[in-house]
């Protein structure tokens, strides 16, 4: 059975900043990869998919990258800003419908 | 409208209550989705429509019912619910058979069960 783990749960960072978002899967065996955004009481956004047979993925800030063998994908978020702040979440489609990790809580203080 | 559309937004219902959760895409797309996502817990994927038949449907209690009457439009009866079953309500589209197989979601239903 597929799981999705994301660390860290939460992440806050001061404006301008790098950061990196961690997704792990257990099952390698997948089709593609999402990264979502969500902010609070609303639905999600599509930012980047990788298929499996891609390393990665570029969207002006974001960059998602893919290691299908060791189960691992990162979100790379360049010069953050407070309107970036929103939960990630990563989710793979593989035998199974699309499974999701619990996301990572991202605030940027300005 | 583009993208995918869900109504109502909001909802407030009580135990005794039946009503439906509607959901439209404008994508072209060839299957859609309902999923639960509730305070604290990743997203929970509860049926999987493909070309209009139910493909996946994970134990899911019958008090959701879900119909599929055309590719581009996806209810969920609701009936008898618990306070529990509160939770935002997402659907979802995707171009099935090949090709990315990106999923869209529509904003979502904030349920609340009193």
């Known amino acids: 059975k597929q799981e999705v783990t994301q660390i860290p749960a939460a992440l806050s960072v001061p404006e301008g900043e790098n950061l990196v978002l961690n997704c792990s899967f257990t099952?390698?065996?997948?089709?593609?990869l999402q990264w979502f955004r969500q902010d609070p009481g609303k639905g999600l956004t599509s930012l980047l998919l990788?298929?499996?047979?891609?390393r990665e993925q570029t969207s002006g800030r974001l960059n998602a990258s893919l290691d299908k063998s060791s189960g691992r994908s990162t979100l790379y978020i360049a010069a953050s800003q407070p309107g970036d702040s929103a939960t990630y979440l990563c989710?793979?489609?593989?035998?199974?419908?699309?499974?999701f990790g619990k996301g990572t809580r991202l605030s940027v203080i300005a | 409208e583009t993208g995918v559309t869900q109504t109502p937004r909001h909802l407030v219902m009580g135990m005794t209550n039946k009503k439906s959760l509607k959901c439209e895409q404008h994508l072209g797309h060839n299957a859609m989705y309902w999923y639960k996502q509730s305070a604290k817990k990743p997203l929970e994927l509860m049926f999987v429509y493909s070309l209009e038949e139910r493909v996946e449907n994970n134990s899911v209690p019958s008090r959701f019912s879900p119909e599929c009457p055309n590719s581009s439009h996806l209810f969920l009866h609701l009936h008898t619910l618990q306070p529990e079953d509160s939770a935002l309500y997402l659907c979802?589209?995707?171009?099935?058979?090949?090709?990315?197989?990106?999923?869209?979601f529509g904003p979502g239903t904030r349920l609340t069960v009193l």
């Open positions: 990788i298929q499996s047979s891609q």
């Open positions: 099952d390698s065996a997948i089709y593609n």
């Open positions: 989710a793979v489609l593989g035998n199974t419908p699309l499974v």
């Open positions: 979802a589209s995707s171009q099935d058979g090949g090709g990315l197989r990106e999923q869209f």
